[in-house]
C-alpha cells in the first residue's frame, strides 16, 4: 500500500454561476403569453358601431355577429343613443371582417319569427340571437344604421333585379312572393314613391333560372285574393296561391311568341296591373270613335263593355252620359264607343279607302248599332253592329265633337213597344158590358146544361128500359122458333095422319057415317093446317109480328 502523496497539485473551483432551472418555465409562460397576445392583437379587426331601434335579444360578450354562420365578431357594450331614441351596439370584429365593412353593408338582428311566407330563426331559440351581415360596396365605414326586419333578399342569390310600377300598393308589402305559373321565383325587396310622386316603385329580385322568363312582352299583376268579375260572359272567378290570399302577391306571365332574343336587361321597369284581365287588353293605335244615341233603358250597359259585329268584339264603350235639352226638355243618353279596325282583316284591299269612309259605306248597306242581352246571368248589355236592310237609309253626320252612328231599337224594345199597343187596345175595350154579357151567357150555359143533364138521364132510363125489352124479344124470338120447329114437326105428323086417314077412307064403305064424320074430321084437319102454315109464313117473314103485331096492309 502507497503512502498518500501531499505534494500533489492544488484544485481549481470553477465560480461561474448557472441559472436555476426553475426559471426556464415562467419564461416559456411569458413568450407564449406574449405571441398570443401579439397573435390576438393582429388577428383583432376594427370596432365598429351599429344603432338598432331595440336591443331585443342581445347580450354583451355573448351575442355574435356571423356572416354564413361563420363568427366574424361580437357584441362588447350596448348603450343609449344620445338621441334616446335608438341603441348604440359597439363590436370587436376580427381581422378577417375588414373586407367586408363598407358603406353599403348592411345589419339586422336574426331572432324566431312567425309569418305568412314561414317559419325563421329557429336555430336561436336555442344559441340566442345573433348579428347578421350582408357585405356590400362603397367606402370603409365604421359606424352603421341596423335594419328593423331582415331583407327579402339573401346573399349571393342568381337572379336580377327589375322594377314594377303602380297607382296603389294595397297590400304588398317587403317580402311579398312573386309567382310564375304558381312556383315561388321571387320577392319584393322594398317600394318607394316616384320622382313625380304619383306612383308607386317597387324593387323586384327574379331568382335565376326564372330571370330569363322577363321578357319585352311581360306582364305583371296583382294576384292576392280572389278576383270575381262579372260581364256580358259571366261570373268569371280567379284564384291566387293560399299566402298570396292572406298576404298578397305578385305573378307574371310571358307570351309563348316572345322569343329568346327579347329577354329584357336588369333594372327594367314593367307597370303592375291590378288584376289579370288587365292584362289580356290589348291598346290599339288605329281607333274611332263614335256617338251612339239609344231611344230606350241603357240599363245594364257599363263602360268597357264590348262592341260585337256578329259575336266578335271590334271595340269597347268609352263612356256614358246623359244629356238634357234646355228648350225642349228632352233626355237623350249618348253613348261613346271606340271602334278598334285593327282587329278585322282587310283582304282584297287594292285600292286604299280611309277608315271613316269604309264605316259610312258599310252604315248606307244598312250597318246599325242595337243594344243586346250579353249574359242572362248578370243582365249586363253590349253593342251590337249588324246589317239590317229594310231600316231606313242612313248616313253618318257629325254635329257635336264625334260624329254620330245610326241605331235601331232592340228586340226587347221592340217587344216593349209591342205590348203597349196591345195594353192600349185592350184598355179601349168595353170590358164591364162584356163581363156583363158572359156572366148572363154563363148563366144561360148553365140552365141548358141543366136540362141537357135531365134529357140525358131520361135518355139513360129509356135505354135500359128498351134493353129489357130487346132481351124479352130476343127471348120471345126464341120460343117462337122453337114452337116453329115443333109446328113443322106437328104439320108433318098431320101429313102422315092424312095419307093414313085416307087409305082408311079408302077401305071404308061408300055413303057410310063413319066416312062422313071422316070426311069432315080431315077437312077441318086441313083448314087447321092451312092457317098453322100461314102463320108460320108470316112470322119467318116478320119474326116482330109477335111483340107488335099484324101490320095493316
Known sequence: MEPPNYNAAP?????????????ILPIIA???????????????????????????????????????????????????????????????????????????????????????????????????????????????????????????????????????ETDDVGSLRQGTPIHFHGIHVGEVLNYDLTTAGNRIRLSVFINAPYDRFIRKNTHFWKD?????????????????????????????????????????????????????EQTTQINYQNTLKYVLYFSGSVRGLAEGAPVQLRGITIGKVKNINVEIDEHSAAIRIPVLIELELERIKEINGDFKVGDHELVSELVKKGLRAQLQTGSLLT??????????????????ITLGQYPEFPTTASSLDQFSTSAKVIMDKLSKLPLNELTAELTKTLQSLQGTSTAATTMLHSAKSTLVTADHTINSAGKTLNTVDKTLTSADKALIS???????????????????????QLHQMLLELTQAASSVRQMADILEQHPDAVIRGKQQP
Open 379 to 396: 243582365g249586363q248589355l253590349l253593342v251590337d253592329l249588324d246589317f239590317y236592310p229594310e231600316s231606313k237609309p242612313r248616313e253618318i
Open 30 to 164: 411569458f413568450l407564449v403569453s406574449g405571441w398570443l397576445v401579439y397573435k390576438s392583437n393582429h388577428e383583432k379587426g376594427p370596432i365598429i358601431t351599429i344603432r338598432f331601434p331595440t336591443a331585443e335579444g342581445l347580450e354583451v360578450d355573448k351575442t355574435k355577429i356571423r356572416f354564413l354562420n361563420v363568427e366574424i365578431g361580437k357584441v362588447t357594450a350596448i348603450t343609449i343613443d344620445a338621441d334616446l331614441k335608438t341603441i348604440l351596439v359597439t363590436a370587436q370584429m376580427s381581422h378577417s371582417a375588414e373586407d367586408y365593412l363598407h358603406e353599403h353593408t348592411q345589419f339586422w338582428v336574426v331572432r324566431p319569427q312567425i309569418g305568412l311566407g314561414g317559419v325563421s330563426g329557429l336555430g336561436t331559440l336555442l344559441s340566442g340571437a345573433y348579428i347578421e351581415i350582408q357585405p356590400s360596396d362603397g367606402d370603409d365605414q365604421s359606424n352603421f344604421t341596423g335594419l328593423a326586419n331582415p331583407p327579402a333578399l339573401k346573399q349571393n342569390q342568381d337572379g336580377r333585379y327589375f322594377a314594377l
Open 494 to 516: 098431320a101429313d102422315q095422319t092424312l095419307i093414313a086417314a085416307q087409305q082408311t077412307l079408302s077401305s071404308l064403305k061408300p055413303g057410310s057415317d063413319v066416312q062422313y
Open 11 to 23: 484544485l481549481s473551483l470553477n465560480k461561474r454561476r448557472e441559472m436555476p432551472l426553475v426559471w
Open 224 to 276: 292576392g285574393g280572389v278576383d270575381i268579375s262579372a260581364g256580358t260572359d259571366g261570373f268569371k272567378v280567379r284564384t291566387a296561391p293560399l299566402v298570396s290570399l292572406l298576404s298578397g302577391g305578385i305573378a307574371f306571365e310571358t307570351p309563348q311568341d316572345d322569343s329568346i332574343e327579347q329577354i329584357t336587361p336588369a333594372n327594367n321597369v314593367f307597370p303592375l296591373f291590378n288584376n289579370y
